[in-house]
């Protein structure tokens, strides 16, 4: 009763906040809600193309799925679909290189652009450009860079050497997908950085360079500590995207070749619309992913 009291005294107090807050709440659980719970379910049946119901004209086919309760999951985790764990371990592969690399040359370009240089705004705005572009242009440049007949294999042919057929075979497509994530997600580890650099207060890098400490010790000593929130929250919110990149997987390489380059969010919508679509094996993937 107490807390039903407190509840309608918040009510009655903070009206307006209620009313104003109500839509988004609304649409927050049409949008992600219903969508979430709806796949709940769909991923304890056995749905797939065949049964799902659909109609045909004015005719109505009903659905025929029927529950199955954790078998789907069963399958995904035991490894009976043979791709849950060869797929699982790509993606974090996946993930942990590009995020190490965006951490790494972003925050080495934060570092020299932080330093007073000419023509230093020019350097910024060009090394910002990447994550300007919509991600799918982007991807759709570089599949076109990466072609047989495209670029880069113009470029070693000038010099003498073979194209590589970058696409089409595992390991060079693997390499591909992260060179294109990390051109991307550079510039927002750039920034993120910069901006924690320049709250560094200064006289802290001229204390510790009176008590003679060297470039490598100011940079361990004093940039570091003080970019550790940054760091925290890009590396947060680098794992995350990274985790579930699905525009340059599935725009540059579709998952292939023979689903090599497929991280977990790819595998799953080529389960769901390719090929036999399997609406409850690729729900399962999704509560597995969540």
Known sequence: MRALRSIRSSFDKYWYGWAMAAPVVIVMLLLV?????????????????????????????????????LHNYWDILSGNDGHFYSTLSWTLIWTFVNVFFHIAIGLALAILLNRKIRFRAGYRLML?????????????????????????????????????????????????????????????????????????????????????????????????????PVMMTVTLLGVIWTFNKFDVIFLVTEGGPAGSTDILVTHAYQVAFQNIRQYAEAASYGVVIL
Request: glycine share 10%; aromatic share 16%; charged share 10%.
């Open 128 to 228: 910002i450009l990447p994550w300007a572009i919509p991600g799918f242009v982007a991807a759709f440049a570089w599949r076109l860079l990466y072609n047989d007949n495209g670029v880069f294999n113009a470029v070693l042919k000038y010099f003498g050497m073979h194209g590589v057929q970058w696409l089409s075979q595992p390991t060079s497509a693997k390499i591909a997908v992260i060179a294109v994530n990390v051109w991307m997600g550079v510039p927002f580890m750039m920034v993120s950085f910069l901006g924690g650099l320049q709250t560094i207060p200064s006289e802290l890098y001229e204390a510790a360079e009176m008590d003679g400490a060297t470039a490598w010790q100011r940079f361990r000593m004093v940039t570091l500590p003080g970019l550790r």
């Open 33 to 69: 809600g219903y969508p979430f719970f709806w796949g709940v379910y769909l991923s304890t049946t056995d749905a797939d193309e065949s049964n799902i119901g659909h109609d045909i004209g004015v005719n109505h086919i009903p659905p025929t799925y029927k529950s199955v309760g």
